[in-house]
């Protein structure tokens, strides 16, 4: 560990001057909420390598034994920052409009998840941080991301069959392989490379290709 | 420049005992190949960072002005290494049967990219760092790759649609989704992070979720 950085972030940051020497009780969950708020914090801000789990507790005026409690391991707390923010995004992604075409559907999805990565392009060096700890690690939550994006396109593909836009029978094995198709544009690495209106012309493009599959009766 | 490193290059490599003191003439041709394929080797032993021209003309018992005269940056040595492996790449991909199906044709073409890849995962340090470069000086290869691939996808495209298999008008447009489709099971970056047997089947369902687009006379 860089003992200079860490002299840095003692200073800047570790007097609690507005906090109450003793903290109030709190529920378990509240506390690892907070634990998950402030991780995710000095892990932007720092960088992943360079904070340990005793700076989080002394940013929370809390003893190590205590964030151990609930996180054994910085690991584990980028996967649980990492499942909070697939939540999240699957919380948002289920508030968009559901009366249009399937197909618009899928664009608005894929949309939606493509300007994520645009938009968030100044947190680029956190975000592959995080994505680089998951990879190494073989974390699940890039499953778990999978999975709730590919449910989202199941449903909008048994809608459609549902109204008989669609002619599917393998439900799944489609909504995989749409997902698949379009990882080229909704990838943070993929994304990474590319200039946004390309990315937006690439997706409509996809997204047709994928309609036009789902509408094929020899798609089944 | 890591001056210890360059050291055991030059102590390993430089003494050309078995070249006569004088190069025998050569096509300006020839020597740039000759240029190419020493840059490459040493590329990909030392790493493109530690190798200069200098040591490659000094490898080739050249001049560095003679090198120079052919190439005048190392950037440029890493577009034409790219460039001349990508000819050579499309040249193999030529050689595949046009006799199946469009769709066993196009899962032939992804399949034999994809394994590349999966084969040259030994190479991935140097594949990497040359893909790097490419993005971080915007050479053209990836562009031309691009172009290469999505040339003979449009060929299947209308050959396909000249038997009647295929529903296509835009064929250009449709090519280009189809090669976006494949990105997930085709780029060097898609690949390092998934396990073999994953990306065949998706590769296969990609592939017919293509195929299924391509027959559909709504594809238009």
Request: avoid cysteine; proline fraction near 15%; charge should be negative.
């Given at each position: 560990m860089d003992q200079d950085c860490r002299k840095t972030k003692d200073l800047t940051r570790?007097?609690?001057?507005?906090?109450?020497p003793k903290r109030p009780r709190r529920s378990a969950e509240e506390t690892r909420g907070e634990i998950l708020d402030t991780a995710e914090e000095l892990f932007r801000t720092y960088g992943f390598a360079s904070v340990s789990i005793a700076d989080i507790a002394t940013d929370l005026s809390m003893s190590p034994a205590n964030v151990f409690k609930h996180f054994r391991t910085k690991t584990s707390l980028v996967d649980a920052i990492a499942a909070r923010a697939i939540e999240q995004k699957v919380h948002e992604l289920a508030?968009?409009?559901?009366?249009?075409s399937p197909r618009e559907r899928i664009l608005a999805l894929a949309t939606h998840l493509m300007m994520d990565h645009l938009n968030g392009r100044k947190d680029a060096p956190f975000v592959f941080e995080m994505i680089l700890v998951t990879i190494k690690e073989e974390l699940d939550c890039g499953e778990r991301f999978r999975h709730m994006i590919v449910d989202m396109l199941a449903q909008i593909i048994r809608d459609g069959a549902a109204d008989g836009t669609y002619h599917v029978d393998d439900v799944d094995k489609f909504a995989n392989a749409a997902f698949d198709a379009l990882v080229c544009v909704i990838h943070p690495v993929m994304i990474g490379l590319e200039k946004p209106d390309i990315l937006a012309t690439r997706c409509n493009q996809v997204v047709g290709l994928i309609d036009a599959a789902l509408r094929s009766p020899l798609a089944k």
């Open positions: 570790t007097a609690p001057i507005e906090r109450t508030q968009l409009d559901s009366t249009p």
